[in-house]
């Protein structure tokens, strides 16, 4: 059987993703050790990749399949009318969207068969079963032993040898319960493992295979759960002298010391990205994330004493918000003086407590296609839910006060024009003076960063097309 694997994205934008859809090239993996031919497209990987209706007709698959994501809907809706027009092969819907609004999905009858959970074991046992339907079927995936997940297979992806980033799983699942997070859903609360040789394996394999490589990343849910098994990877890959440095998704600073802090700088890791969420103690404690803001300004400061550069994620708008609440968090991010600073701005995840509280105490009115994270040429998404007490328009305002009062954006002159055109509909130049200084820092910061970084990745790749 063909299988045509999609994760749809529109074509008029800048790339999302460094590397081809990891889960995707892990059904790829299953579906072939099944002995099917699979071709995988990630067009938020590559834009420019042929559109979807070459491949129905160049590959002519019998099967395909479509990783949803909320914030791309807009686009997926109509990619999947696409396919629906043009060919009578199945429709499978799988992915973030299709776990959380299977049924709604179901109502729309867009896809055959839309797998809820973690699908890479299910997806190759009920292959042979996938029909058309006149009704879509929901299948319900248990999560998988990872001890059978096989290594991704990136080659079946559409311009995998242009990968400069390589991501790997170490583990799956957080069994923490901050209420905006819907982990639960996605990857379960129970933490499972990899062996920790075979991700090593894999990340060998693909630092010998992959001359592109830049950086390993690792995308766990929560890395470093078990600080000493993550600590005992650092050492391993440290002695393995894989050559490449390790990029790590988010870290919570409660699981932060100093030995785990120099085990990173000495493989490479030239940041560590806490994620902070709220500098207000009452929304902060409200969000139950398991951790004290002391606790995170304590690992700011450890992470900066160690020669390591400081990044910091915040939500504005979160549940118990108000304009005044974030005020609070625009100050302490000032008073961390980090490298780069995330705003996003909060999204109300179906089933999660904090979409239960927006339901109870204001409005959820925008969920698909709304992006949350503040883009690095200020470009702001609108508010999905407010409250009578922080209406929508100033959630938005202050989302981009935040990223202006902390310098937190490109000085690009090709983007002063509409910097200045934000700033004055907004009314924001107090927020623009004020963060100007910190924005020149930042900017040149990462300016010198870039130089070195790139200086330091041309020699890696010298040495290892020497070997070693």
């Known amino acids: 059987m063909k299988i045509l694997l999609i994760n749809p994205y529109p074509a008029d934008l800048p790339p999302l993703s460094p590397w081809p859809h990891l889960g995707l ?66 429709i499978v819907l799988g992915g973030p969207h299709a776990t959380l609004y299977a049924e709604s999905l179901a109502l729309e009858n867009f896809g055959d068969w839309i797998f809820r959970g973690e699908c890479d074991r299910k997806f190759g046992e009920e292959i042979s079963r996938i029909s058309r339907e006149t009704e879509a079927r929901i299948v319900s995936a248990d999560p998988p032993d990872l001890s059978e997940t096989p290594i991704p297979d990136f080659e079946s992806a559409f311009g995998s040898e242009r990968m400069r980033t390589y991501p790997v799983q170490l583990s799956r699942g957080c069994p923490f319960a901050c209420n905006f997070c819907s982990v639960k859903f996605l990857s379960t609360r129970t933490v499972r493992y990899r062996d920790l040789r075979l991700c090593l394996d894999e990340i060998s394999q693909a630092a010998r295979t992959r001359a592109n490589l830049r950086e390993i990343r690792i995308v766990d849910d929560c890395p470093t759960y078990d600080l000493d098994r993550f600590k005992e990877f650092l050492r391993r890959y440290r002695d393995r002298k894989i050559g490449l440095p390790l990029h790590i998704d988010n870290l919570r600073a409660d699981r932060i010391d100093g030995d785990m802090l120099d085990l990173l700088k000495s493989i490479g890791v030239d940041h560590v990205c806490v994620g902070v969420e709220s500098g207000n103690r009452n929304v902060f404690d409200a969000i139950h994330k398991g951790e004290s803001l002391d606790e995170i300004i304590e690992a700011a400061r450890l992470i900066k004493s160690k020669g390591l550069r400081l990044y910091t994620c915040f939500i504005i708008g979160l549940p118990e918000a108000t304009a005044a609440a974030e005020r609070d968090s625009i100050r302490l ?36 296609d709304i992006s949350s994270l503040m883009g690095l040429s200020l470009v702001a998404a609108e508010a999905p839910c407010d409250t009578p007490e922080f209406p929508a328009g100033e959630r938005v305002r202050l989302h981009l006060a935040a990223a202006l009062e902390t310098g937190a954006y490109w000085l690009n002159p090709f983007y002063l024009p509409r910097y200045l055109g934000l700033i004055a509909s907004r009314r924001l130049w107090l927020s623009f003076f004020a963060g100007f200084p910190a924005a020149v820092r930042i900017n040149f910061k990462m300016l010198i960063h870039k130089i070195r970084s790139g200086r330091a990745a041309r020699h890696r790749a010298r040495s290892r097309a020497k070997g070693g």
Not at 334 to 363: C, M, V
């Open 25 to 90: 090239t892990l059904l790829a993996a299953r579906a072939r050790e099944c002995g099917h031919e699979v071709r995988v497209v990630d067009y938020a990987f590559s834009p420019k990749a042929p559109p979807v209706d070459v491949w129905l007709s160049d590959f002519s698959p019998h099967l395909c399949g479509l990783t949803l994501y909320t914030a791309q809907m807009k686009h997926a809706r109509k990619t999947i009318r696409e396919i629906r027009g043009l060919t009578s092969a199945p």
């Open 333 to 368: 991010a000032r008073s961390l003086k980090p490298d780069w600073i995330y705003w996003n701005l909060f999204q109300p995840h179906k089933g999660t407590a904090a979409r239960t509280w927006f339901e109870d105490h204001g409005r959820v009115f925008l969920e698909e």
